[in-house]
């Protein structure tokens, strides 16, 4: 139900009805931009919304999804960090290496 | 499409899953002692068992799906009103295709349909307008249900009917708020919940703000989440790592799409056309106060409850289940739905007696659809 789904909004189709032509997986739908509209609805083209039943609920923020992207990028370089922490200690616990190549 | 594939990368999923890992041991939780996180939304339910998160975290941590669907929580009285409604030789009865096949003490909707009812399935609100303004002979009903996220595309469609003087189009409110339950639950004794994974798209209306009283007032960490694997991971890390470090906040991982305020004008568009009924019935958790909307007085020529005088105030009102459903404790959480005895055999997908196996958010279902066959290995085993 609370299903919504991104697209982008391709061009303006009633601007006194506040309706756009979105792109949603290549199909293109109808859909309200009342609740996104901003005094210039020009400017809402080109822009990525989550559309739900029918209406373009929030305009997505690029720079957010940049944030939370960023934050699971971190995850996987500490990760790395931490991992080689965790052989660097193993190596060091290792009893002392008396062989010597010969 | 844009924003996510991102969001379903195979190989970040595995960094954070190897973090809850490691936050699951340092908080020593165990499968006989897990943590119990609660997702409230029924589309995260749904995307738990899409994905296999469930089985791809790691044993402490039990996952409590929450009453976060609409179609789920709604009592069989309001499916019969909406059948009483959609019997009318001339009313036109538009709805979301979910809504079919939850069973009613008479007939579910499609039975209605199969029945000789015009009954149209609808992608959006705005196709019910439509409808009404192509059959100005006929009464178009549209099924308003769903919480905060659906609230707005209806208020939006009755202000419009009211621009347009559409006197053949109303809607049969069944409008319901997700914080009124959530402070039911946990005022629930026996309930035992230690985090909440937050609505994504509730809260991209409402903002993250009605959420702070479960931080402030029950100490429980709460955060918002997106729909994608990688989303709800890395939420679920979120709630584990304030689980670990003692702290209760409201924290937002689907910022993205979330703005802290939530959306002035959809707010703006609730609050014109509806307003709280004092009380409304749910499904499995019975009447909780102020948990309902229903259309302002000033909108009335837009109500299919005075317009048709059905629905709350129309009468006594008779609250029914079926027999032997066990949905209302599946859904606070006391047992799973393989636990309930008529999972799997006298309610199934195709024959559903209880709301949770109607629809692909409630918890049987998705048991049913994505899990099915792993637990019949289980057993095997």
């Known amino acids: ?102 | 499409m844009r924003y996510v594939e991102e969001f379903r990368d195979p190989v970040a999923a595995q960094d954070v899953l190897r973090a809850i890992k490691d936050v699951v041991t340092e908080i020593g939780a165990t499968k006989e002692k897990p943590v119990h996180i609660m997702e409230i939304c029924g589309g995260h339910t749904h995307a738990i068992f899409r994905y296999g998160l469930d089985r791809l975290t790691p044993d402490g941590i039990e996952f409590i799906h929450g009453p976060g669907c609409p179609v789920c929580v709604l009592p069989m009285s309001r499916i019969d009103e909406c059948v009483e409604i959609a019997e009318r030789s001339e009313v036109i009865f538009a709805t979301f295709g979910d809504a079919m096949r939850v069973p009613g003490t008479r007939k579910s909707l499609m039975q209605a349909k199969a029945d000789g009812a015009d009954i149209r399935m609808v992608y959006s609100p705005l196709d019910a307008l439509e409808l009404a303004r192509r059959n100005p002979e006929r009464e178009v009903v549209f099924f308003g249900l769903g919480f905060e996220t659906t609230t707005p595309s209806t208020a939006l469609s009755i202000q419009q009917a009211a621009r347009e003087k559409l006197g053949n189009f109303s809607v049969f409110c069944n409008h319901i708020r997700v914080p009124p339950p959530i402070k039911a639950l946990l005022d629930d004794p026996y309930m035992i919940l230690d985090g909440f994974v937050g609505p994504g798209h509730v809260s991209m209306v409402i903002g993250t703000h009605p959420y702070d009283f479960i931080a402030d007032d029950y100490c429980k960490p709460i955060v918002v989440a997106g729909f994608e694997p990688l989303d709800l991971l890395q939420s679920v890390l979120m709630v584990l790592r304030q689980i670990r470090d003692g702290r209760a906040e409201v924290e937002n991982q689907y910022a993205r799409v979330v703005p802290e305020h939530g959306n002035p004008i959809s707010i703006a568009a609730i609050e014109d056309v509806y307003e709280p009924r004092p009380t409304f019935e749910w499904r499995g958790l019975g009447e909780i106060d102020a948990s309902g909307l229903r259309i302002r007085h000033a909108y009335q020529a837009y109500d299919a409850e005075e317009k048709f005088s059905v629905g709350y105030g129309a009468g006594p009102r008779l609250v029914t289940e079926p027999e032997g459903c066990a949905c209302g404790q599946v859904m606070t959480g006391r047992i799973k739905p393989l636990q309930c005895p008529q999972y799997g055999t006298g309610c199934t997908p195709e024959m559903p007696l209880g709301a949770l196996m109607v629809s692909s958010e409630g918890a049987c279902a998705a048991y049913y659809q994505y899990s099915a066959a792993d637990d019949v290995l289980e057993a095997a085993e």
């Open chain 1, 1 to 102: 139900m609370c299903l919504g789904i991104p697209g982008q909004i391709v061009e303006i189709t009633d601007a006194d009805r506040l309706m756009a032509m979105a792109d949603v997986s290549g199909v293109r739908r109808e859909v309200s931009v009342a609740c996104v509209a901003p005094a210039a609805l020009s400017d809402l083209v080109g822009e990525w919304a989550l559309i739900h039943v029918g209406f373009a609920m929030s305009i997505i923020d690029a720079d957010e999804a940049e944030k939370t992207l960023e934050a699971l990028r971190g995850l996987g370089e500490a990760q790395e960090t931490l991992e080689a922490m965790a052989q660097g200690d193993a190596a060091l616990a290792e009893s002392p290496v008396t062989e010597v190549m010969s």
